[in-house]
């Protein structure tokens, strides 16, 4: 008698569109892994906006879906984007707080209360920048706990601009709102400087080209993240130091994850939305 496969529980979709209510719960295979693959029991996962990006489609032309869809599991996501976005703008050294003398020196993080943001500035802090961050009036005191030097709420005309409170100019942008024309960021750069662009749009990428073309010192660079062994390690590693900090927005079980891809969907979540899988819910 052929042995029963184990199963698994999973949220799956079936096609594009749809939102929180196209999500099922389904009972799945447990996956075999193949050579030099491990097979993970999980106990927590987070939602990051990639994964409803991916179900409304906005990468179809390049990466098209095989239905039904298993979002896969994304807990160090936004930390690796955080980093890689600080070393694309130049930052090579973390360790010690005491700076680069070669790299940037004011930075600033925009949407310092998201996933990513609220790690830009810890390890911008770590690197030894001058962080000024934005975000909505509610997470000013959070974002200087994390170590901003100075924060702008972004719907006053200032935080608008992205003015720097002490004058500074930014030598490096962690750029994780979405929607800000380069006018915007031009008249606040310094005159090198490097904006690390994790939302590019297709009038960004298209600016990014021309600056590349034209040997522009002021940079816009579209990031997309590389997942690498090496940076989670130490992302680890800085977790375990106490010197890198997560900050949980929500919980909710597996049997609720439905509630937490709309709350990612709303845009308004301070840290990280965190769907848990152990217990019986
Ligand atoms: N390229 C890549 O590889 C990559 C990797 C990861 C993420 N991303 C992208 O990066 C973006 C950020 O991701 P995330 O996980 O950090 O998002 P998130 O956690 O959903 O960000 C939500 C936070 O952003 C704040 N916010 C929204 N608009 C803002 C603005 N204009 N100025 C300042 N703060 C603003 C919100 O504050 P309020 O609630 O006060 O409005 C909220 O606290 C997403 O678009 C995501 O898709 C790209």
Not at 19 to 41: D, I, Q, W
Not at 131 to 145: F, P, Q, S, Y
Not at 199 to 220: C, D, I, N, Y
Request: with cysteine.
């Amino acid at each position: 008698m052929a042995s029963q496969k184990k199963t698994m529980r999973a949220l799956q979709y079936d096609k594009y569109g749809g939102g929180a209510e196209r999500l099922k719960h389904v009972e799945v295979p447990v996956p075999s892994p193949k050579k030099e693959e491990v097979l993970l029991k999980l106990e927590a996962a987070s939602i990051n906006p990639i994964d409803w990006k991916l179900q409304k489609g906005m990468a179809r032309p390049f990466l098209p879906r095989k239905f039904p869809f298993t979002p896969g599991a994304s807990l160090p996501t936004a930390a690796s984007t955080a980093l890689q976005q600080l070393k694309a703008a130049g930052v090579s050294s973390f360790d010690d707080g005491s700076g680069d003398t070669h790299g940037p020196k004011n930075v600033l993080v925009t949407a310092a209360s998201g996933g990513v943001g609220h790690y830009a500035v810890q390890l911008a802090k770590l690197a030894g920048l001058h962080v000024t961050a934005t975000c909505g009036a509610r997470n000013l005191g959070l974002v200087g706990d994390l170590g901003a030097d100075e924060a702008l709420d972004y719907k006053t005309p200032e935080g608008a601009r992205l003015q720097s409170p002490s004058g500074r100019k930014y030598d490096a942008v962690m750029h994780c709102a979405t929607g800000t024309p380069w006018s915007v960021f031009a008249p606040v750069l310094a005159d090198k400087a490097t904006v690390a662009d994790v939302t590019p749009g297709v009038a960004a990428t298209a600016k990014s080209f021309l600056q590349k073309v034209t040997f522009a010192k002021q940079r816009l660079v579209p990031l997309l993240l590389e997942p690498k062994k090496e940076e989670m390690e130490w992302l680890v590693d800085m977790t375990r130091q106490g010197k890198l900090k997560t900050v949980i927005d929500s919980r909710y079980p597996l049997s609720r994850a439905q509630e937490a891809w709309a709350k990612s969907i709303e845009g308004h979540a301070t840290g990280k939305i965190v769907v848990e899988m152990g217990g019986d819910e």
